[in-house]
Every structure is written in structure tokens, then in C-alpha cells.
């Protein structure tokens, strides 16, 4: 809990300068910018609730599997916190508005069917973490996490490549640097759900929870939110 809160410091920091660049240019790239990196940080925000509720208000069927769920509407909702499902879901919205950035970045002509095709599966991930809830099927949160880690990598990796090889092209040393920028926050968003899907697997077989791998997660978030601020910037 405390790990997830000194996290949130400067994501939130970088957040508010992302508002207010907004409100001087009130340009698109400005705009979609601002809601990856809310989305983003957001995230980090329901995962530090979830062991809020844990820490300071202990409810038996939240922290016992076995418990059965009491079928309320705050249950519902406590539910999907505590297991990350809104997490995830806020996960999937920055991924589908990743996209539409590195379009807008890089001028890209997306053929529609691509475009339904990466906001089709960013959708059925969304509903997939709200919906698809079981809390004593662990595999349910597996295929959640592969789930939104295929998507990731469908965004973040044609993002890499392409700012890769402008990278390489610019003789602009102040553009390399964008370029760079971008391809770290790239590689860094890929890294979240990869350490994070590591996590969930090692809970599934019963190796426990919280590994060093949650926590480098969170690392590689705030990472990729400080990357894409000032690959933006410059």
C-alpha cells in the first residue's frame, strides 16, 4: 500500500503538468495524452484502494476465496476493485487511447478494418474485466491478464518499431530524443502486464502473491507515464 502511494506522487505530478500543457494548446495530441496517462494512473490508484480496503477495513469475503460472495451492489463493486478488474479495465482504455495517439504521432493511414479490429478487442477486454468474474477461478484473472497483454502488445510494440526507426532516420538530436522517449515508454507499457501476468501466474500454480515482479510493474507504469509526458514535450 505504501509502495502504490509513493508511485502515485509523481504519476499524479506528471498528470497535472499534462492538464495544464493541455489548457495552454488545447491541441489533440495535447488531449489524448491527458487521458492516457489519468487512465494510467488511475489504475494505480484502484490497486492502491484495493489494499486500503484490505489494510483498514477488512471484509471476510473479500479477503477469503472461499467466502461466499453476499450478491450486493457494493459487494459487486468491492469485488472488482479488490481483484484489479478495474484496474485492468482503466488498463485497456489507455491501450485503445495509445493507439490513437501513435496515429496521430505518426500521421499513420490505418485501414478501418485494423482500426475496428484493435477497438473490438480493447472493448471485449473492458467488458471481459468488469464482467467475467469468478473469485475462486484464479484462471479467470490469467486469461484477463493475457488477455490484456496480447492487446498491449498489438499497440505498444508497432509503437516501438515505428519510433524506432525515426529514431534512427532523424539527424535531429532534439527528435532523437522524442523518438527516444517514446520507444522507452513503449517498451515500459509492454513490461507492466508482462511482470504483472508473471505475478499472476506464479498466484495461480500457488506460489504465492506480491512477488518482486508486482512491484516492478508499477515501476515500469510510472516509467512509461514520465516517458510519454516529455517524448510529448520535446
Known amino acids: 500500500m505504501i509502495f502504490e502511494a509513493i508511485v502515485l506522487i509523481p504519476a499524479f505530478t506528471v498528470v497535472f503538468l499534462s492538464f495544464r500543457n493541455y489548457l495552454l494548446n488545447r491541441s489533440r495530441l495535447a488531449l489524448l495524452l491527458l487521458i492516457i496517462l489519468i487512465t494510467y494512473s488511475l489504475s494505480i490508484f484502484f490497486s492502491l484502494y ?12 473479500l479477503e477469503i476465496r472461499e467466502i461466499a ?5 457494493l459487494s459487486w463493486l468491492l469485488l472488482r476493485i479488490s481483484y484489479y478488474r478495474f484496474t485492468f479495465a482503466l488498463i485497456n482504455i489507455a491501450i485503445i487511447f495509445s493507439y490513437k495517439f501513435r496515429n496521430k504521432i505518426f500521421s499513420d493511414d490505418i485501414s478501418s478494418i485494423h482500426k475496428i479490429g484493435i477497438y473490438t478487442f480493447g ?4 467488458l471481459y474485466s468488469i464482467f467475467i468474474f469468478n473469485k475462486q477461478l484464479v484462471i479467470l484473472d490469467v486469461i484477463m491478464y493475457l488477455l490484456t497483454f496480447i492487446f498491449e502488445c498489438s499497440v505498444y ?8 526507426k525515426n529514431y534512427k532516420l532523424t539527424q535531429s538530436h532534439r527528435f532523437k530524443m522524442k523518438f527516444l522517449y517514446l520507444m522507452i515508454m513503449s517498451l515500459s507499457f509492454l513490461l507492466v502486464l508482462f511482470c504483472l501476468l508473471i505475478d499472476r ?3 495461480f500454480i500457488g506460489w504465492g502473491s506480491f512477488t518482486p515482479f508486482y512491484y516492478i510493474s508499477w515501476v515500469f507504469v510510472l516509467s ?5 509526458y516529455y517524448g510529448y514535450l520535446k
Request: glycine share 2%; charged share 10%; proline share 8%.
Open 69 to 73: 460472495d453476499p450478491n450486493t451492489p
Open 50 to 61: 484495493s489494499k486500503i480496503l484490505s489494510v483498514f477495513f477488512y471484509t471476510d469475503y
Open 157 to 164: 510494440l508497432p509503437f516501438f518499431l515505428k519510433s524506432l
Open 201 to 203: 501466474f506464479f498466484i
Open 224 to 228: 512509461g507515464i514520465i516517458t510519454a
Open 123 to 126: 472493448i471485449i477486454n473492458i
